[in-house]
């Protein structure tokens, strides 16, 4: 089975920082890879997909880049409503994949 | 719009059964893949089965596989998730989400989910 890591595990920053979090695969996905945001009592939203392709109604703050085992997701600029936890995603396997999640929250 | 609600969520013991329901509308349902994540108490997302969207293949995480089976009835947009031999390490919230079509198999819409507890 395809493993997948994040880190870092947790960050703190700042409105208005510019924020990356880093995936990793335990073998090449191709770019067959997602990331989304989840924020508490709530569902999770798709933010990017393949793993540089923003999903419809996503702000361009987030971007994402990547291939094969190392991928990133950047904010540019964080806004309040950012602090989240982060889960990237493998869509190569049949196992569907996610990474532990960084969360992300107010310094 | 897109809209996908779960049900039969609750409390069981452990050894016991439970079924999950979503009903979805707002898409033609017997086009797409369909899945079921789950997401423990203080942990990460999980993700527990998928149904694809030829109407056959079906695909499950190790920690569910032999226990758990997914199925579909697309005549009342319907995804279920039968759940048996059910262990304290069941407990999450579950969450039933659509594979999105052309989106590289990402999920595209998720359900609010629901809670199932297994305990004593």
């Known amino acids: ?107 | 719009q897109v809209q996908l609600v779960e049900s039969g969520g609750g409390v069981v013991q452990p050894g016991g059964s439970l079924r999950l329901s979503c009903a979805v509308s707002g898409f033609t349902f017997s086009k797409y893949g369909m899945h079921w994540v789950r997401q423990a108490p203080g942990k990460g997302l999980e993700w527990v089965a998928v149904f694809w969207f030829d109407g056959t293949t079906k695909f499950y995480g190790d920690s569910v596989k032999d226990r758990f089976t997914i199925s579909r009835d697309n005549s009342k947009n319907t995804l279920y998730l039968q759940m048996n031999s059910l262990r304290a390490e069941d407990t999450a919230v579950y969450y039933c989400a659509r594979m999105g079509l052309e989106l590289g198999s990402s999920i595209d819409y998720w359900g609010q989910g629901t809670l199932v507890t297994v305990s004593s």
């Open chain 1, 1 to 107: 089975d395809i493993q997948m890591t994040q880190s870092p595990s947790s960050l703190s920053a700042s409105v208005g920082d510019r924020v990356t979090i880093t995936c990793r695969a335990s073998q090449s996905i191709a770019s067959y890879l997602n990331w989304y945001q989840h924020k508490p009592r709530t569902a999770p939203t798709l933010l990017i997909y393949s793993a540089s392709t923003l999903q419809s109604g996503v702000p361009s703050r987030f971007s994402g880049s990547g291939s094969a085992t190392d991928f990133t997701l950047t904010i540019s600029s964080l806004q309040p409503e950012d602090f989240a936890t982060y889960y990237c995603q493998e869509s190569y396997s049949t196992s569907f994949t996610f990474g532990p999640g960084t969360k992300l929250d107010i310094k």
